[in-house]
């Protein structure tokens, strides 16, 4: 079955998806709700905020190549929110290119956003379509930090902070897992660099006495981002979650990954992993309470003889991944992406534009210098 709605959420069951169609209501577009289960996306979006008047309709699809191109027929923008996306980003990415819709994903995998970067975005660039991976918290939003950075002119290194509180969710905790089978990269003088496994680092924390346990985190979007960018040479990113016990959790994993995962074949490495991530998270965290689950993201930038910071203290990591993904589809219902192929959140859509959209919403405030 095809869609007569413009947007398709393809994983709208989950916790990510849930807040996304609360948002995709505020924008008031219309969407098909979609995802592998049926029961499962009705029983998950009837505890949407005002779902009631939202205008979206249920459908149900495999992930499987045929039936998403057939579902995403029809469709303008594809926001999907089914991870990890190292395992199925290439088969909604295929559906949404070979069915004519813009791509949108919440990916907080490097791999899979090099994966873009080279084979999807030059696809989806011949047919004037753009492809934004990572159009979600930890990286959309350091990002318009980063932007910010860049207006001063001589900048060219980047170093970025993201520390968030609150419990991850199933998928996100299996996407942490799943990219461990791979490479991390930052960048120096314009090259991919290796991050050493098992790096940590011990940062300050910008409103706090106390300092966090923060890790490159798979090597974060950040550098593929700014790999072609020409002001830029330099870009280390790293974050984690504000919780020392569960960064602990998270570096003993990435140790017990390679003393005894590592050396094990492929397939074997994953089922181990994902059963890992399995033991580590299974259940749906509670709804995001401003009050508690504060954000930093914080980026310092460098040249000879200048330096810029900007720092923006927000809330809700997972509500500012439901705006940002409403913001993006509004965007594309309505006006040409700033640019096509592959982009970054703020390239496809603007750090100003994003940055309005998360700061009227109380989710995200600046301070300049600091
Ligand atoms: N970068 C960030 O800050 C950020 C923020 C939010 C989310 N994310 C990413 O977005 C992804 C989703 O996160 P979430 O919080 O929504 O997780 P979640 O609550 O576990 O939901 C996962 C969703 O993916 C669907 N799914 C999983 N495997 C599938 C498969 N084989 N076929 C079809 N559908 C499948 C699930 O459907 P069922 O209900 O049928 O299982 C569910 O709808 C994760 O990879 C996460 O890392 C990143």
Redesign the pocket.
Known sequence: MSTTNEVVL??????????VAEFLREYSISFTAA???KA??EQ?LATVPGIDTADYDIAEA??EKAALTELFKGAKVVCN?????V??GDIVAEAALDAGAHYI?????QPWVIRCQEHWGPLFAEKNLVCVP?M????ATSEIAAQYVLETPGIDTLDVLVL?KGI?????????FSVLQHDAFYLQQGKYEKWQPGTSFEVPIPSEVMTALALPWGGMSHPVWFKDDHRVSNVRAIGGNHSRELMNMVLAATEDFEQNIRPLPQDEQKTILLSKADAMQSG?PPRENRRIHRTIDLVRGRGNLSQKSVLLNGTG??L??GLLQAVGAFHLLHNAPFKTGFASPCQAFGHNELFGALESYGLIKMEENI
């Open positions: 393809y994983g709208a069951s989950g916790y990510t998806g849930r807040l995802g592998r289960d499962r996306i998950s495999p992930m929110v089914t991870g990890p996306f395992d199925y994903d919440t990916t907080g995998e990572s979600s918290y930890m990286y968030f991850p969710t199933y998928a996100s905790t299996q996407s942490f749906m990591a997972y500012q991944t």
